[in-house]
């Protein structure tokens, strides 16, 4: 019983967790992740202001951050929507040491719980930090990891066979894959932070090179200094074309990779490798319109949630085989 309740629940979270990775993609490319210059509030209070007493009080308080009614309600949606998650998850972690045997996933929990707590602390440091880089760097990779724990944990209660049924022990290239995969995950919340998407508005050359002019040290800075306003960037255009251009040559690598790993799974999971290879071309191809179509809000939005996609289906190659799976 306690099982299947936990299968239902984890079924929620993904879908719950899916929906949280998008909107916070939303709300970063619409400039809106300081919607609300204070956390966990919106200028003082629980909802976004919108009477004209609330409004002057807010824009008394802080002077230097207008209320934008679209902007901060975009990133109030988003801690709401964060904050169901976490009481969901905090809901699974109940349930799952309530009534805790040989067969509950404790120890999967117990990590799912300390990464979204983490990544709470983050979602507060990405406002109060001001779009630090490594910050909203590390709140992405938090959603995706947290997204791969709940998926994870679906699989381990006996949900959606197909895609793990027969896997083989991970060998090298999974492992390898994996890597590739988080690495350009990284990359890319690199050039989103520092709003490097648009620094080589060309493809397949960056301004009709393929040897652009680039700044690498600059471009991977890791010691900014914490404390200006990142809205927008400070980089100048060679560093971002660094982080940009490094993303493109991660995609080929990336693309390598998960082909190979693709090929290799077929006669043992045709249908988990069919999902890999498809989702990987419908990732290019949304990175390739990304600089075409000069960043639309839901191609760009699309691109991360094809990131999720693709991360999920290469940790399913990983660790499914791994798992205690649950009769369901």
């Known amino acids: 019983m306690a099982n299947l309740l936990i299968q239902r629940l984890a079924i929620a979270g993904v879908i719950l967790a899916f929906f949280v990775v998008g909107v916070g993609a939303y709300t970063r490319l619409a400039d809106a992740g300081l919607g609300c210059p204070d956390w966990p509030g919106c200028y003082g209070f629980l909802v976004v202001p919108e009477t004209a007493t609330d409004i002057a009080l807010a824009e008394q308080q802080y002077p230097d951050a207008p209320v934008e009614f679209v902007k901060a309600w975009w990133e109030m949606g988003h801690r709401y929507i964060a904050g169901a998650l976490m009481a969901l998850v905090v809901v699974i972690f109940g349930v799952a040491w309530r009534f805790r045997s040989e067969q509950t996933p404790t120890t999967l929990v117990t990590a799912l719980l300390l990464i979204i707590s983490c990544q709470a602390a983050f979602g507060a440091w990405t406002v109060t930090l001001k779009l630090w880089p490594q910050?909203?760097?590390?709140?992405?990779?938090?959603?995706?990891?947290?997204?791969?724990?709940?998926?994870?944990?679906?699989?381990?209660?006996?949900?959606?066979?197909?895609?793990?049924?027969?896997?083989?022990?991970?060998?090298?290239?999974?492992?390898?894959?994996?890597?590739?995969?988080?690495?350009?995950?990284?990359?890319?919340?690199?050039?989103?932070?520092?709003?490097?998407?648009?620094?080589?508005?060309?493809?397949?050359?960056?301004?009709?090179?393929?040897?652009?002019?680039?700044?690498?040290?600059?471009?991977?800075?890791?010691?900014?200094?914490?404390?200006?306003?990142?809205?927008?960037?400070?980089?100048?255009?060679?560093?971002?074309?660094?982080?940009?251009?490094?993303?493109?040559?991660?995609?080929?690598?990336?693309?390598?990779?998960?082909?190979?790993?693709?090929?290799?799974?077929?006669?043992?999971?045709?249908?988990?490798?069919?999902?890999?290879?498809?989702?990987?071309?419908?990732?290019?191809?949304?990175?390739?319109?990304?600089?075409?179509?000069?960043?639309?809000?839901?191609?760009?939005?699309?691109?991360?949630?094809?990131?999720?996609?693709?991360?999920?289906?290469?940790?399913?190659?990983?660790?499914?085989?791994?798992?205690?799976?649950?009769?369901?």
């Open 135 to 328: 910050v909203v760097t590390a709140h992405l990779l938090g959603g995706f990891t947290t997204l791969s724990l709940l998926w994870l944990l679906l699989l381990r209660q006996g949900a959606l066979g197909l895609f793990h049924r027969g896997l083989p022990a991970p060998g090298k290239l999974a492992a390898v894959a994996l890597a590739a995969v988080i690495f350009q995950i990284t990359l890319g919340g690199w050039v989103s932070s520092n709003y490097a998407a648009l620094a080589c508005p060309m493809f397949p050359s960056c301004d009709g090179s393929f040897a652009p002019t680039i700044d690498v040290g600059e471009g991977f800075n890791i010691f900014q200094r914490a404390g200006p306003n990142y809205l927008g960037g400070l980089m100048d255009n060679e560093a971002r074309k660094a982080i940009h251009w490094f993303h493109r040559l991660g995609a080929i690598i990336v693309a390598l990779m998960v082909v190979g790993l693709a090929i290799k799974l077929l006669p043992d999971n045709k249908p988990l490798a069919i999902a890999m290879l498809v989702v990987l071309a419908i990732q290019i191809t949304l990175g390739i319109t990304n600089v075409l179509w000069a960043l639309p809000l839901i191609n760009a939005t699309m691109h991360n949630l094809f990131g999720a996609l693709l991360l999920i289906t290469v940790v399913t190659v990983n660790f499914a085989p791994r798992l205690r799976i649950v009769a369901s």
